[in-house]
């Protein structure tokens, strides 16, 4: 079976929908390298879209799913609960941001557990209005796809929306917002659009994903956890992509001095299993009645042993220094080849998400076609990339934590290969 088969079977039996981006189909995988069906290697900087912090198959994950696979592999937890489940949601209360008592509950997906972030806002608070930002990403569910900030190609075709969601400015100093803009937006979205009283949750990235990994200045931070508290507003960070060691910390909310009354986790979660949480104030969590929570495979075994087992191996094998240490390096790198390549605007991030941005030197434009020739020319020399930006003009990184150096120095001498063409 060749990649080109295996595309027209694809290409017959799914539909276009579901975006793909390689045209060669995966086989197998070890830590940041993955071999497609043709025994071709590449470099994975993708990560299944920073899905695994730990990288392809740790040993450790592998072998708490297997043992607990040999115990039971579902019994949904609404019906036959267990421990395991009830021992992450311990330590994830230990571990997420904020001071006082917490809850946690699992579900499947990011888009789920901000959904029933929402949720739990609304049954908390009494109030039916959500403040998201653009160039947010929150899912592809329809909450989800309200709450996103970027219309290609997420909300193309998909309307109406539910209503009483609301967007403000992001900081974004390439896309000219300052800190300052984006205070006064919020202001005037309370006086144009939406009584601050009728708000139940502002939800945000604190370092934006699919928007080009833009960092939120602490200033607007604060300003936000002040303007929530003013209004009895709840602070909602979606931690789903920032979150389990990416940054540099194990949520990218301890980089600031405020903290969220919820967060919303998936991803690097459980390692590559399907996995999220959502974890806050336990007042708070616990507004939703009984049987408001939950769903079929939320928190299922399997997942919840290889999120255990996560937790470890971040902490065993010290990858949130390894994650900063690595960001740092990518920096440096990127930093130095922008003195000689102009269309580099901005290198930027936090630990280990960073990103670079691409601008037209002399309108500023946007370089998307540029970031798109660049992931292309990385691509054919077997290292795998991700852009982001609502213009498409970012390339972002998310390699596992778990990297080698002599693999790490490698994907960079073919990324800066790519980048001077």
């Known amino acids: 079976m060749s990649n080109a088969d295996l595309k027209k079977r694809k290409d017959a039996a799914t539909p276009r929908g579901v975006g793909v981006m390689c045209d060669f189909y995966a086989d197998r995988a070890e830590n940041a390298e993955l071999w497609d069906i043709e025994g071709n290697r590449y470099i994975d900087f993708a990560s299944g879209i920073a899905v695994l912090n730990t990288g392809h198959r740790h040993p450790r994950l592998m072998k708490a799913i297997a043992e607990q696979m040999d115990r039971f592999t579902h019994t949904c937890y609404q019906v036959v609960p267990y421990e395991s489940y009830v021992e992450l949601a311990e330590k994830v209360n230990e571990l997420s941001p904020g001071t006082g008592p917490k809850k946690t509950a699992f579900f499947t997906t990011g888009a789920e557990a901000v959904e029933n972030a929402i949720k739990v806002a609304r049954a908390f608070t009494g109030r039916p209005s959500v403040i998201a930002f653009n160039s947010a990403f929150h899912g592809r569910t329809l909450l989800g796809m309200a709450l996103t900030g970027k219309v290609n190609p997420y909300k193309l075709g998909f309307g109406p929306f539910p209503g009483d969601i609301y967007h403000a400015l992001y900081p974004n100093a390439q896309a000219g917002v300052t800190i300052e803009d984006a205070k006064e937006a919020l202001k005037h979205l309370f006086l144009a659009d939406v009584d601050p009283k009728r708000v139940a949750a502002i939800i945000l990235e604190p370092v934006q994903g699919e928007g080009g990994f833009n960092v939120c200045p602490p200033e607007f931070m604060r300003f936000l956890r002040e303007t929530c508290d003013e209004h009895g507003i709840l602070l909602v960070a979606d931690e789903v992509q920032t979150g389990f060691g990416r940054t540099g910390k194990l949520f990218a909310m301890e980089h600031y001095d405020v903290q969220p009354d919820l967060t919303t986790m998936a991803k690097s979660l459980a390692g590559g299993m399907p996995l999220s949480g959502l974890s806050g104030r336990a007042d708070v969590m616990d507004a939703a009645a009984p049987g408001g929570l939950g769903g079929t495979y939320a928190g299922n075994p ?120």
Do not use: H, W, Y
């Open 302 to 421: 399997l997942a919840v042993a290889s999120a255990l087992a996560v937790i470890d191996t971040i902490e065993e094998e010290n990858l949130l220094a390894r994650g900063a240490e690595l960001g740092d390096l990518l920096q440096a790198r990127l930093n130095d080849i922008a003195k000689d390549v102009k269309t580099i605007c901005e290198v930027r991030g936090l630990g280990a998400m960073v990103a670079v941005e691409f601008r037209d030197p002399e309108t500023g434009k946007a370089a998307a076609q540029l970031v798109k020739d660049i992931q292309n020319r990385a691509l054919a020399n077997k290292l795998i990339l991700l852009t982001c930006g609502i213009e498409g003009n970012v390339i972002r990184f998310l390699f596992p934590l778990t990297i080698t150096d002599a693999v790490m120095a490698e994907a960079l001498d073919i990324l800066e290969a790519a980048i001077r063409g």
